[in-house]
């Protein structure tokens, strides 16, 4: 019997959107039965968004003080305390599932599939590597347990007209204490999240600096859009890092994604390859970036973006 | 005085578009430059900037895989590593496995603290750090972007989704690196001379007795899928006309 439990990713009693991603993932291997685990100080409220997932039989509440902040040295021990009978165990590759996983297999004595991307086969996905230059097919035994995380990128979040039982479990695993949180940066900036955003306008290198980067967030506050950069825009500190997009920032798939001052480079384009539509504005008609995007535009983005506001109204 | 352990992996360097084999059996790999993996690079000169402030009294770099890694180890010794140690392995090598060689050298060694990139550019797989710490039983600080030392903890600013986060850590431990943690050192040709007289030490994987029969098979490689050709536009109007007729505005 095929059994999927799905780690849930949630900060302050909201459960995040990536977790809606990992249960469609889920529900392609066939005849599985889905559980998803929260691991929280409080666990109420995010048990019961967990368990209006369709497709959700069952939602593990497992409660300890020591939860309270995502520390994979602490949640591990305590998923694999109740992996005995699930035969895949599932996590989101965002920064959450990417710490915590790895760590859940290698103490499992399994090894990893990261990025799953499609599902083939109950023990078959499909996964990118080298930035997405190329797609594996891999293949795991069935007489192992599977782990994995799943490029949220690559499927949409399930309904959420479901009714799964909540389940409280005691959480008996020994815990650490060599690891602990300090604090996080909240950048609480009003405007819609990069990774769930149907629109997304980003910056490179090209704005020139932190105040030349205003004009990308103006242009997003007039779309409703969420902010994005390269990497380049990240390292000379023109935006915080948690905008970047690519091969080790983002990786988002908005409807619209405007990139302005981009190059195109290809571990920046692994990030973008799933957004619907892609428009690049840039002043060399030569950049890469206009292999890939279906609408472009050659110009100084100084010129274009002033113009561009004022036609949006 | 204490030990810093850094793991290099040689990959195809960042700058080179790999492409898939026309028969799906892998990636054209042949002749195409190699480098160390620019994530472990950040850790190596993290490690070198530790030792340099007085914090660590040797700085090791290992590698798991074919001859030619060494190459890298040497440039790793160029940097300033002051010795080396690889493992030979010929076929490819999955992340437990590496991990389980890693905690080998761990017991040989004893560091303080072991530096890793936060993954790899070419399977891009984001788990060999997370997973040695976890068979070593120590803590784990990830895409590093800060680390501070003081006596037996770190503390460790850490890129996630939502920004940066804080973590204090017991030493010993796993540090994995993002890319802004430090601009690793241009290597000078003197040291190039230099590091061909440090130690380089190689070691047969049977001779650790690790377990690295592979748990996947890779049944295909394929070319991602291409994006449909586009447009150009001319100027603003007809840019905000079209995403409007594509019901995008
Ligand atoms: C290991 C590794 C990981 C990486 N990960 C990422 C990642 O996750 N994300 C990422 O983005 N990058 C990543 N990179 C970096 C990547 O290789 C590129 O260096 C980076 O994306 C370049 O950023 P950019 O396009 O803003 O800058 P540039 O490449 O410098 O491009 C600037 C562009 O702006 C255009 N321009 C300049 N002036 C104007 C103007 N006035 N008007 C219009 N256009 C103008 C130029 O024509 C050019 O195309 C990574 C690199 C490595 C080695």
Partial sequence: MTKVLVIAEHANGKLNPATAKCVTCASQIEGAEIHVAVLAAD????????????????????????????????????????????????????????????????????????DIMAVEGPYRFRRPIYAGNAIVTVEAASDRKLVGTVRTASFQATANDGHAEIVAVESTAELPTHTRFVERSAAATGRPDLQTAARVVSGGRALGSAEGFQAIYRLADKLGAAVGASRAAVDAGYVPNDLQVGQTGKIIAPELYIAVGISGAIQHLTGIKDARTIVAINKDPEAPIFEVADVGLVGDLFEILPELERQLG | MSKILVALKRVVDANIRVRVKPDGSGVATEGVKMSINPFDEIALEEALRIKEKGAAAEVVVASVGPDDAQQQLRTGLAMGADRAIHVRADQPIEPLAVARVLLKLIEREQPKIVLLGKQAIDDDNNQTGQMLAALWNRPQATFASKVELSGDTARVSREVDTGLETIEIDLPAVITTDLRLNEP????????????????????????????????????????PARQKGIMVKDVAELVATLKQRGLL
């Fill in chain 2, 185 to 224: 050192r241009y290597v000078k040709l003197p040291e190039i001379m230099k590091a061909k007289k440090k130690p380089l030490e190689t070691l047969a994987l049977d001779e650790l007795g690790v377990d690295i029969t592979p748990q996947f098979k890779v049944l295909n490689y394929a070319p991602p």
């Fill in chain 1, 43 to 114: 666990a109420t409220e995010v048990a019961a968004q967990a368990a209006q997932l369709t497709g959700v039989a069952r939602v593990l509440k497992i409660e300890h003080s020591a939860n309270a902040e995502p520390l994979a040295a602490v949640l591990a021990p305590q998923i694999v305390a109740i992996a005995g009978e699930y035969t895949h165990l599932l996590g989101p590759s965002t920064t959450f599932g990417k710490d915590l996983m790895p760590r859940v297999a290698a103490l499992l004595g399994v090894g990893q599939i990261s």
